[in-house]
């Protein structure tokens, strides 16, 4: 099978398992770390860009053996999903492109429906919230 890019999964795996800078395991914990310049030469951008403290993601699993088949099952700690916070982040995106697009904070509060400091809010403190929680800075 191959993705959009017309790469195999063996190389999609491949391309995937390069970016794997060191993967410890412990009873009960997992915990993966990124090579920073492979994920920036894999997005193609700047290893400037990418913000070191965010390269390890560590979990607790469980382990379940059947067989001759063992997996780790990732828990979720994380809980219900925040609707109302992608839903602004959908926003603040649409109207981050927009901005981009030439048109001014009351162009698009007047198309969306919206007051100009909605929009002049969701712009501003969203994006600064997601860069500042992302790989990317």
């Given at each position: 099978?191959?993705?959009?890019?017309?790469?195999?999964?063996?190389?999609?795996?491949?391309?995937?398992?390069?970016?794997?800078?060191?993967?410890?395991?412990k009873?009960?914990?997992?915990?993966?770390?990124?090579?920073?310049?492979?994920?920036?030469?894999?997005?193609?951008?700047?290893?400037?860009?990418?913000?070191k403290?965010?390269?390890?993601?560590?979990?607790d699993?469980?382990?379940?053996?059947?067989?001759?088949?063992?997996?780790?099952?990732?828990?979720?700690?994380?809980?219900?999903?925040?609707?109302?916070?992608?839903?602004?982040?959908?926003?603040?995106?649409r109207?981050?492109?927009?901005?981009?697009?030439?048109?001014?904070?009351?162009?698009?509060?007047?198309?969306?429906?919206?007051?100009?400091?909605?929009?002049?809010?969701?712009?501003?403190?969203?994006?600064?919230?997601?860069?500042?929680s992302?790989?990317?800075?």
């Amino acid at each position: 099978m191959s993705d959009a890019e017309g790469r195999t999964d063996d190389e999609r795996n491949k391309a995937l398992l390069s970016l794997i800078e060191r993967v410890q395991i412990k009873p009960g914990k997992i915990r993966i770390s990124i090579l920073a310049k492979a994920l920036a030469d894999h997005l193609t951008i700047n290893h400037k860009r990418i913000c070191k403290d965010q390269l390890t993601v560590e979990s607790d699993f469980r382990h379940r053996k059947r067989g001759v088949e063992t997996k780790l099952i990732l828990t979720d700690a994380t809980g219900q999903r925040d609707e109302k916070l992608f839903k602004n982040i959908a926003l603040a995106h649409r109207y981050f492109d927009l901005i981009q697009s030439g048109k001014t904070y009351a162009e698009i509060a007047e198309a969306e429906g919206s007051s100009k400091r909605r929009i002049q809010q969701l712009d501003g403190s969203i994006n600064r919230r997601i860069v500042g929680s992302c790989w990317i800075c």
